[in-house]
């Protein structure tokens, strides 16, 4: 072989590990410039995502305050509004038209009959018309669905790479996914406000009773504000104050105080039916002891005003919106296994409990049983989780989180 054919074999081979050498470079550069890129666009499509989602829990939010309805035309106007707010945010943040659905407030997504979808192919779509749910009472932990409270975002953006088109990958598309819920707020953000729901049910009106039996429920007349009060359990007497199996159907004195150390109410609307299945008193030290263990601090009692012997009344019509409250035989039955109308929750500061049932001169010679303290203030909007209470008797403050 002659040298110059040699000299030129060996520049050939060096042209090749040249282009060899470039494609890495450009691979490499692809992946550190055009990588970052990516993570970038990802990152602002989901911040865009978030936004546009809680833009439309926003528009729930302002909905819930101002209409707590989902019916006829302001309905329509409703979904068409928060449709409107996510597609702005998504636009504003140049992401695509997004597709979003409506879910509950535990971001459970629900058909249009307003029941648990299984999936997106079945969910309801924002701009399609609100789902036409009348659940009340969403719980979380077992999955049973509320109302309308939030909305779930799908949204990509593509995007052109900057060195990955020199091997054929020209765009890329990020996509996110978001959640934003709305409700009344229901932590405790003081003592004052009440940090623990009791499994006491007390009548809306002022009462007394006389030994064993209610001596006087006067409609009209209202509990007594930052005054000493005793709240007399009375026994076997319709509108008397009790206790309340929130788990049925065990019940029992052992079920009471566990509710009452740790409180277990399901999240209840005001105002809402809801079912009681065991009501009356209890004489039990464990109890005794147990409400004890709130002296001093303000702790929170849903309060009846009417009671219903039908099958569910229409929660619809909890409200002050018929006289009968969706009822057809308002007050014709107390006592266990019927509805209760709650309005409001009482916020009361707890000086002592006697309920053993040997206490006739510490209850002011009403009853053995009763409970002695001041109300400091009426919950009656909003939403009462367990363990916490939303709202106060002139405002109640809405909330909108961003879940996931």
């Keep these: 072989m002659s040298r110059t054919s040699q000299r030129s074999r060996e520049r050939g081979q060096m042209l090749v590990l040249m282009a060899g050498g470039l494609i890495a470079f450009l691979v490499m550069t692809a992946l550190i410039v055009d990588g970052g890129n990516a993570w970038a666009q990802q990152r602002q499509t989901q911040n865009g995502t978030d936004a546009a989602a809680q833009a439309g829990a926003t528009v729930l939010a302002q909905k819930l305050g101002n209409d707590p309805t989902t019916q006829g035309a302001a309905a329509a106007a409703w979904d068409a509004a928060t449709l409107a707010a996510v597609n702005n945010i998504a636009s504003a943040n140049k992401n695509d038209p997004p597709v979003a659905y409506y879910t509950d407030i535990c971001g459970v997504l629900l058909k249009r009959d307003g029941s648990k979808a299984t999936a997106v192919g079945d969910a309801a779509t924002v701009g399609d018309g609100f789902p036409t749910s009348v659940a009340m009472t969403p719980d979380c932990p077992n999955g049973i669905v509320g109302p309308v409270a939030g909305v779930e975002v799908h949204d990509s953006k593509v995007f052109r790479t900057w ?156 409200d002050d919106v018929d006289q009968s409250f969706g009822c057809a035989a308002l007050d014709d039955a107390h006592g266990q296994n019927l509805w209760y109308r709650i309005p409001r929750f009482a916020a009361f500061k707890l000086q002592a409990a006697y309920t053993n049932g040997n206490n006739l001169s510490s209850c002011q010679n009403q009853s053995k049983q009763c409970l002695v303290g001041q109300f400091v203030h009426f919950i009656v909007s909003g939403t009462v989780g367990p363990g916490s209470g939303g709202g106060t008797t002139d405002t109640s403050t809405i909330g909108v989180q961003l879940i996931k």
């Design 163 to 318: 060195f990955a088109g020199a091997v054929g990958i020209e765009n890329l598309t990020a996509g996110a996914l978001a959640t934003a819920v709305t409700g009344f707020v229901q932590s405790c953000q003081s003592s004052d406000e009440g940090c623990a729901v009791l499994p006491v049910n007390i009548p809306v009106w002022f009462s007394v009773c006389n030994g064993h039996d209610l001596a006087q429920n006067t409609v009209g007349i209202e509990w007594p504000m930052n005054e000493t009060v005793v709240l007399p359990l009375c026994f076997n007497s319709p509108g008397n104050i009790g206790w309340i199996d929130f788990t049925p159907p065990a019940g029992g004195a052992d079920e009471v105080k566990d509710c009452i150390l740790t409180p277990c109410n399901p999240a209840i609307p005001l105002p809402s039916w809801q079912y009681i299945t065991q009501t009356g008193t209890d004489h039990s030290s464990p109890v005794e002891t147990a409400l004890n263990s709130w002296a001093g601090q303000v702790v929170l009692f849903p309060m009846f005003d009417h009671t219903c012997g039908d099958d569910q009344p229409d929660q619809s019509l909890a």
